[in-house]
């Protein structure tokens, strides 16, 4: 009988949880609602190539591209059945979003409690998912990214219900889903391959059932591929976007930013930084939680008092705890870099655990079988976050990738603190301090989703407003980006180019760009060339030729026409001439029309 209201309550709560994790994820999307993303840096891509598909273009044959094909499909797909616009996009991304918080909350059952659970997604949809930059989950710098995301988290699911319950099924729908990971974007090719040979060697499928996970692995990506080919697509397009995606990996610009922006690559500067930031979280983080378990210890000792804690004293002393909280421990909580040591530290829990396993084990490979299946699964999810990872593994920067790399790390973080430590510190209470991790992460989720909430109604406040959605923005750019759009519609133009960014106004007026050019940042003119873009400018000269002053800053330089594409800028001089200049505060826009039209 006890058991079953243990059950009952347990239940309960989960549902509490889930409803309340739900209701969060709706009523933020209502608050971001077209607040999430910018105008000018890569988003108006992501609208701009499905359009663009839809019109007949190829990707890779007429669209350059450096995605999967399938995450654009997928949107034109979706242009067909709900029209061209931005809240079609904006749809899909909040529907994804919330495929993903409920994957990763299935997945941390695995592993900890409910109410561990909760502390974790509440802390991923602040601090990622509503991310007011690019790196959001809803209006991202590419769709690609966060369908390939939700189909890996799948995949991870369901290969961890595979080494629980055994069944095959399990397995073959674990393939599926990476495959799909896999054509949207190529982030967590490391993984498919791990998992591949998971299947082989560590918890083998039987032959039949191997090969069927394996067509299911590359059956949406067969069909994906197949389908551009059969609009045109040659082999000849894939080898030279192939070749330009090589030169733009290796390109100077690139290597510098993965290795100051993303932490792909070792830097010993940002190495000791981060260090310096581990102390930092945890030395802070151990006064604020030591008060909070004190606190919370006390309220549980009724044997310290002469009378039962009744309910209205518990409210009285918490409220009285919020007054003398050291808020100050946290005031800054909520800045890019606070967890840029995560990657490496689930790297030390999993040589930890390693360690510790061959130790019980005796050093000796064939009595590892005998572990938990708690401890497999956990171990499992340490390399998996880990593979995942790689691309932030020096440096997680919630500003650039890491909120795509963040929630498995930091599951792997918080179920060894809130799950490991107090079953082997016995001392420790293990309630208390679940619910102790539980409000200090709490708190800091609420000062991410604060912060975010202030960008968004301090400086996105302008809307920038077109038959085919709005979103909003600085004043700054959207003054001038709005009279460009307002002067171009009543134009009677077959195309024109924004140079270096800004393709959202092509989406938006509805007239088409160049699709190889319609984004030049210095990466790309880099694997261009300058001179070959010029040489493609002479022959296509289009209608206009729109200039902005977008800051280029992170790449190393100004902006285009001071110590950027130079060549490029002459050609337009040359044969365009400025038409109208629209301006506001640091930003400029220039429409160039062409000469003698």
């Given at each position: ?6 059950k009952?309550?347990?239940n ?7 409803f ?9 999307g209502?608050?971001?609602w077209?607040?999430?993303?910018h ?9 701009y ?13 007429d ?11 997928i949107?034109?797909?979706l242009y ?11 749809f ?16 941390s ?16 949809i ?7 930059w ?54 967590y ?5 791990f ?40 082999l ?23 290795t ?8 010993k ?6 260090l ?5 979280f ?7 939680l030591?008060?909070?378990?004190f606190f919370l ?15 209205n004293?518990?409210?009285a ?8 909280f ?31 396993s ?22 499992l999810?340490?390399i ?26 930091f ?8 799950e ?7 001392r ?10 539980l ?17 968004s109604y ?8 077109s038959?085919?959605?709005?979103i ?24 024109f ?35 070959k873009?010029?040489q493609?400018?002479?022959q296509w ?11 280029l ?7 285009i ?7 490029i ?29």
């Amino acid at each position: 009988m006890n058991n079953s209201k243990l059950k009952i309550e347990k239940n309960f709560w989960e549902i509490v949880f889930l409803f309340f994790i739900s209701f969060l994820y709706i009523i933020l999307g209502i608050v971001f609602w077209g607040r999430q993303g910018h105008i000018i840096v890569d988003c108006g891509r992501e609208l701009y190539i499905p359009s663009a598909m839809l019109n007949g273009y190829v990707l890779y044959k007429d669209i350059f591209n450096i995605y999967g094909p399938l995450s654009y499909q997928i949107n034109a797909l979706l242009y067909i059945f709900f029209g061209e616009n931005l809240n079609t996009l904006l749809f899909a991304g909040f529907c994804n979003g919330f495929l993903i918080i409920i994957t990763l909350y299935l997945i941390s059952k695995t592993v900890t409690s409910a109410i561990n659970c909760f502390g974790f997604i509440f802390l991923v949809i602040c601090s990622c998912i509503y991310s007011t930059w690019i790196c959001n989950y809803i209006f991202p710098y590419s769709y690609s990214i966060v369908y390939s995301l939700s189909s890996f988290l799948l995949s991870v699911l369901f290969l961890v219900y595979y080494v629980k319950y055994s069944k095959s099924e399990f397995a073959i729908l674990s393939c599926f889903f990476i495959g799909i990971s896999i054509a949207t974007k190529y982030e967590y090719y490391l993984y498919c391959v791990f998992l591949i040979f998971f299947l082989i060697f560590f918890k083998p499928l039987k032959i039949k059932n191997f090969c069927l996970a394996f067509l299911a692995m590359i059956f949406l990506p067969s069909i994906s591929v197949s389908i551009l080919f059969l609009q045109g697509l040659k082999l000849q397009d894939c080898i030279d976007t192939w070749s330009l995606i090589q030169k733009l990996f290796y390109s100077s610009m690139t290597q510098s930013f993965y290795t100051e922006m993303t932490g792909l690559f070792f830097d010993k500067e940002i190495f000791f930084a981060n260090l310096q930031r581990f102390w930092q979280f945890w030395s802070n983080a151990s006064l604020t939680l030591f008060i909070i378990y004190f606190f919370l210890w006390l309220m549980k000792r009724k044997e310290l008092f002469n009378f039962n804690i009744s309910l209205n004293i518990k409210i009285a002393l918490s409220i009285l705890f919020f007054f003398i909280f050291p808020f100050n421990l946290i005031n800054n909580v909520s800045h890019e870099f606070l967890f840029s040591w995560l990657p490496l530290s689930a790297l030390c829990i999993l040589l930890f655990l390693l360690g510790q396993s061959f130790w019980k084990a005796k050093y000796k490979l064939g009595n590892l079988k005998r572990l938990l299946i708690d401890q497999k699964i956990f171990i499992l999810l340490s390399i998996i976050s880990l593979l995942s990872a790689l691309k932030a593994l020096f440096f997680l920067n919630l500003r650039v990738y890491g909120t795509f790399t963040f929630p498995l790390v930091f599951l792997v973080n918080f179920v060894f603190i809130c799950e490991y430590i107090p079953n082997n510190i016995k001392r420790l209470d293990k309630r208390v301090w679940q619910i102790s991790w539980l409000i200090f992460f709490l708190f800091v989720g609420s000062a991410f989703s604060m912060k975010y909430f202030q960008n968004s109604y301090e400086k996105n406040i302008s809307a920038f407003q077109s038959e085919k959605g709005t979103i909003y923005g600085d004043e700054d750019i959207v003054s001038p980006m709005s009279s460009a759009y307002k002067y171009l519609k009543e134009k009677s133009i077959k195309n024109f180019l924004v140079i270096p960014e800004g393709v959202i106004l092509n989406f938006f007026t509805n007239i088409p760009s160049h699709n190889k050019y319609y984004y030049l940042i210095p990466q790309c003119v880099e694997i261009f060339g300058e001179e070959k873009v010029v040489q493609d400018l002479e022959q296509w000269l289009p209608d206009y030729i729109i200039l902005n002053n977008r800051d280029l800053s992170e790449y190393g330089y100004s902006y285009i026409g001071k110590d950027f594409a130079l060549k490029i800028f002459k050609f337009i001089t040359e044969n365009y001439t400025i038409e109208k200049k629209f301006t506001k505060g640091y930003f400029i826009l220039y429409i160039a029309k062409k000469k003698g039209s």
